[in-house]
């Protein structure tokens, strides 16, 4: 007597779904997608589309086209903002990197006591925002200022600096501090891609009797590029 073969019951599109590994990390980065779209997405679209309307706190608004937007074109302080703004990503961004990156070439050297400097080039990443806030904000204090109080110890100035009543000086200080605060990311990053270059490479290119500068251009930045492409 011929056995009788029992055939599966086919899984339904969701099922499968569910089982299949090559949807895995679609159900895993879900729920982080879901919260983007809910906490970004919708503000920004909100946003673009009060723009095009006269909304005022406490009242709705009706559709005005491009009549705000028309506004700010001839706003001056627009402009100023818009400079400003420009201003402190550029410089803070390419200060950042370019300090970030000395240091973590610094640190991946062979150094002394290497574990404790990168802990102290860690510190400004893991203090609370409010406490750096705080600390530069009598770091530029018009009158108790230690870095006035320090220059004018040393006679480079007679009288102390307005850090923050000085539009020039006011953009200077905001970027220093920005700097201050990402340059621990940008490092320890930078540094642990350095890490995964191997050292054989660099054994190989200065048996050919390349330099450090060519050692850096031709070996270290190219396979630092996917690092410093998401740093």
């Given amino acids: 007597m011929a056995s009788e073969t029992t055939v599966p019951p086919r ?20 729920p982080a997608g879901a919260l983007l779209l809910i906490f970004l997405t919708y503000p920004l679209g909100l946003g673009i589309w009060l723009g095009f309307t006269d909304t005022r706190v406490g009242r709705d608004g ?16 627009f402009w100023l903002s818009v400079f400003n703004t420009l201003l402190y990503t550029v410089s803070a961004s390419i200060l950042k990197f370019v ?34 806030a705080i600390a530069f904000w009598w770091i530029y204090d018009a009158q108790f200022s230690i870095i ?20 020039t000086n006011a953009r200077a200080s ?23 270059i191997p050292q054989s490479l660099y054994e190989a290119a200065t048996l050919d009797g390349a330099s450090r500068w060519r050692l850096f251009r031709h070996v270290t930045l190219p396979l630092l590029t996917p690092i410093i492409a998401i740093t």
Avoid: C, H
Wanted: without cysteine; negative net charge; glycine residues 8%.
């Fill in 11 to 30: 899984a339904s599109f969701f099922g499968g779904m569910a089982e299949s590994r090559g949807w895995l990390s679609f159900w895993f980065l879900l």
């Fill in 148 to 167: 006035s109080w320090a220059l004018i110890e040393m006679g480079i100035i007679d009288q102390r600096i307005n850090f923050l009543g000085d539009p």
């Fill in 99 to 132: 300090l970030g990156l000395w240091l973590a070439l610094l640190l991946n050297e062979n150094l002394p006591m290497k574990s404790f400097f990168r802990a102290v080039v860690l510190l400004p990443w893991v203090v609370p925002t409010v406490l750096s």
């Fill in 174 to 196: 905001v970027i220093a501090a920005n700097v201050w605060r990402g340059i621990p990311f940008v490092a320890i990053t930078l540094l642990a891609g350095l890490q995964t």
């Fill in 62 to 77: 009706i559709f005005i086209g491009l009549e705000n937007y028309e506004y700010l074109w001839d706003d001056s302080i």
